[in-house]
């Protein structure tokens, strides 16, 4: 049975250990349909040979407590005591600009689940959990990144109902071949 519960960010060190990583075996190119803003296709490309992704290589989140965490929600998944999964959810933090200086927007900074439970239904509840605490907090939009190669992620968003609103090419200069993807879910 999966318990989700709130900590407090001091929790990051545990929460790290929940690991993150994915192999990368295929990406999305995003294709506009329609006129501008209409919406994006998603066409799935093969890369060979697959490689491993780690977002905790790049700023782990013990890292993130240099930032101004007022608003920053930790939310747990546990089963059985054992820590599952996790996710991280900011609101009205002006010093984040991914927030776009709004107080009605929330950002799922952060959803992380065990390689051994993913698939399972864990990332859901942290999502449905997510969008519930951003609800009690005034937010009418859920925003959401992902990267054309996290794949499983896109594909996870999609079904929870989030659309694809921005396609951000070289937005990374650490990773110039990975594109940015923005996420929209009116809540």
């Not at 929940?18 to 803003?37: L, M």
Request: glycine share 8%; net charge negative.
């Amino acid at each position: 049975m999966i318990t989700i519960k709130e900590e407090t960010i001091t929790a990051l060190g545990e929460y790290a250990k929940v690991s993150i990583a994915f192999t990368v075996a295929s990406r999305y190119v995003a294709v506009p349909v329609g006129a501008a803003g209409q919406g994006w296709e998603l066409i799935e490309e093969s890369i060979d040979p697959p490689w491993i992704k780690d977002y905790d290589g790049g700023e782990p989140p013990n890292r993130w407590l240099r930032r101004v965490t007022t608003n920053w929600r930790l939310i747990s998944a546990f089963s059985n005591g054992n820590r599952v999964g996790g996710a991280i959810v900011v609101h009205d933090s002006p010093e984040l600009h991914f927030l776009e200086g709004r107080n009605d927007l929330a950002a799922l900074w952060d959803l992380r689940v065990s390689p051994a439970c993913r698939r399972q239904g864990v990332g859901t509840r942290l999502f449905e959990y997510v969008v519930g605490y951003a609800k009690n907090v005034g937010c009418v939009e859920l925003k959401i990144e992902t990267q054309d190669v996290n794949v499983n992620a896109c594909d996870f968003y999609a079904k929870q109902g989030c659309r694809l609103v921005n396609v951000i090419p070289d937005a990374y200069p650490d990773w110039p071949d990975e594109v940015e993807f923005n996420w929209m879910l009116k809540l």
